[in-house]
């Protein structure tokens, strides 16, 4: 399916007293581009978590935030800093020594410096490891999701932009041949009236033939229409085909300007304007598929 770069998503999953809570944005870029944030005791993972991301999501800018909620009554230690306490208990005797003071050293006095006593997680690696790979996933296809739903509404403005395409195309290929025979008719009444004689027929169609030559625009016709067909067969195959479409488009810009500067009939160059406003459409919605 056509994938919209455009996507927001907060996903929260539980297991085991672990809570992991995801929130995943993105926009339109040229490339893939990640940005990762996630708390320091599991940021072991992230290698794990940039993996499962980028096998899904190919192309636009990305910002993924995780944080953990662990409950477990088994994750929480507190952990003695015996040789810190030791020392802070050295330089206060030496300090009530110095000072002639009396010394009343206790554990509570000591558990107040800083350091001393540290609470930290108790972790399973593999088992948080695991948890945190089934809430990234379950998270990422919830966003790819969204994004294919934008998608197939682009995809639904685009082929109605491409229907518009391929009618204003069609003006042009009947007007093309008239825009000759008009110019032969008015070359011939134009000389008639100002040298008031008969128009060569050799000369004449030298001059018709030359014109017909410069203002000649079947085979920008003819590539502008394979490039619609082209860009139709990619919608239809679906992402990621991006960078392929804005290809396209450029392509498609080429030979419209292209049209417009061989074209000398009015009736064409108005078709030319439509035929680049419903292209800029075109551009601008390209920008936003993955």
Do not use: W
Not at 31 to 54: C, G, H, N, T
Not at 160 to 166: E, K, M, S, T, Y
Not at 170 to 178: G, Q, S, T
Not at 266 to 280: F, Y
């Amino acid at each position: 399916m056509l994938r919209s770069m455009t996507g927001f998503g907060c996903y929260e999953y539980s297991e085991d007293d672990i809570t992991f809570t995801i929130e995943i944005k993105t926009v339109n870029h040229r490339y893939f581009d990640l940005f990762l944030r996630m708390p320091k005791q599991i940021q072991a993972f992230e290698d794990r978590v940039r993996s499962i991301v980028s096998n899904k999501i190919q192309r636009g800018k990305v910002d993924v935030y995780i944080t953990c909620d662990n409950k477990a009554e088994d994750a929480i230690d507190v952990v003695l800093d015996e040789r810190l306490a030791r020392a802070y208990s050295d330089a206060l005797k030496a300090m009530a020594d110095h000072l002639g003071i009396k010394d009343d050293i206790s554990v509570s006095t000591l558990a107040r410096f800083p350091d001393i006593l540290k609470v930290e997680k108790k972790e399973d690696d593999e088992r948080i490891g695991n948890i945190l790979e089934k809430a990234v996933d379950q998270a990422v296809s919830s966003l790819v999701e969204m994004r294919e739903k934008e998608g197939e509404k682009l995809k639904e403005s685009m082929v109605l932009n491409l229907q518009n395409v391929r009618a204003y195309l069609d003006k042009v290929r009947e007007r093309a041949p008239l825009v000759v025979r008009e110019y032969k008719e008015k070359l011939e009444a134009r000389i008639e009236e100002l040298a008031g004689m008969k128009v060569d027929p050799a000369r004449l169609a030298m001059e018709v033939a030359l014109f017909a030559d410069k203002c000649s625009i079947d085979e920008e016709i003819v590539r502008l229409e394979s490039h619609i067909d082209q860009m139709n067969d990619l919608l239809e195959k679906g992402s990621p085909v991006g960078k392929k479409l804005d290809f396209l488009i450029q392509e498609m810009n080429r030979e419209v300007n292209t049209i417009g500067a061989k074209a000398s009939d009015l009736d064409i160059t108005r078709c030319v304007v439509e035929l680049k406003s419903e292209i800029e459409k075109l551009r601008e919605q390209v920008q936003n598929i993955e």
